[in-house]
């Protein structure tokens, strides 16, 4: 059974200037029509130089989760396929689009990466688009799905809001057993990835899986408030002061 613990919280640069944390994630096990369980996680994090990126990336991760939670609802006998996706993303942007038409505003008001996961048995579908990262394990082996898309110039990514999203969007579905999952924004990619080896950087992860492998299921929500406080130490300030979304799951007992 999947444990799972997820934490968004808002960078030093945010608290001086007063403005809330403009992440947002879902990160649970949904039951399929055949009642298969499947781990799904969604990470979004608003534009900083958007208006309402914080309300663009709450509207992304709910959008998300409702459109994945029908297509399994859906699913009957198939399995995952990649076309799903562009489904989900036209549904956000409608969405996003609506918000702003409403408001007087513009959908580039709401811009937000997106990055989501849906794991089951034996398969798994990865999406991604903008950077931040998603980190995966399959046995022994541990892999980046999608290196961080930043784009050509520094502070530039990515968003679901831009007329040429369909064109960033990666997707892959996978024929293998996941094991662990992590999903984090950009606010902790230099931290969680080694940019030279274009790897996860180890050393981040374990001791929170370790903690993570001895708990039972129904033990995991008061670990998200110590990985939001975890997040929000000094030592994570001190390299970065941007918002900061982790989600972290396992189904190892060690």
């Not at 808002?10 to 944390?21: E, M, Q, V, Y």
Request: glycine content about 8%.
């Amino acid at each position: 059974m999947w444990k799972v613990i997820r934490a968004s919280v808002a960078g030093t640069s945010h608290a001086i200037g007063d403005r809330p944390c403009q992440d947002d994630c879902f990160a649970d096990v949904v039951h399929s029509s055949q009642g298969a369980d499947y781990l799904v996680c969604v990470v979004s994090d608003g534009a900083g130089s958007a208006a309402e990126g914080g309300k663009g990336s709450e509207m992304a991760c709910v959008t998300a989760r409702t459109c994945i939670e029908a297509a399994l609802r859906d699913l009957g006998p198939n399995r995952l396929e990649s076309a799903l996706v562009e489904g989900w993303i036209s549904e956000i942007r409608r969405v996003i689009g609506e918000a702003a038409e409403r408001r007087g505003l513009t959908v580039r008001d709401y811009a937000c990466t997106l990055l989501g996961a849906v794991v089951g048995p034996g398969q798994a579908l990865f999406f991604q688009i903008g950077d931040g990262a998603m980190v995966a394990a399959c046995g022994c082996a541990q892999g980046v799905v999608f290196w961080p898309d930043s784009g050509p110039y520094a502070n530039m990514t990515y968003f679901v809001t831009d007329d040429e999203a369909f064109s960033r969007l990666q997707v892959v579905v996978a024929s293998v057993q996941i094991d662990e999952l992590a999903l984090f924004s950009d606010g902790i990619q230099r931290l969680a990835l080694s940019f030279e080896q274009q790897s996860p950087y180890a050393p981040f992860f374990e001791p929170m899986l370790n903690v993570l492998r001895a708990l039972e299921p129904g033990d995991c929500d008061v670990y998200d408030e110590r990985l939001a406080s975890f997040l929000n130490s000094q030592a994570i300030n001190e390299r970065t002061d941007d918002d900061k979304t982790l989600v972290i799951a396992t189904r190892r007992t060690s």
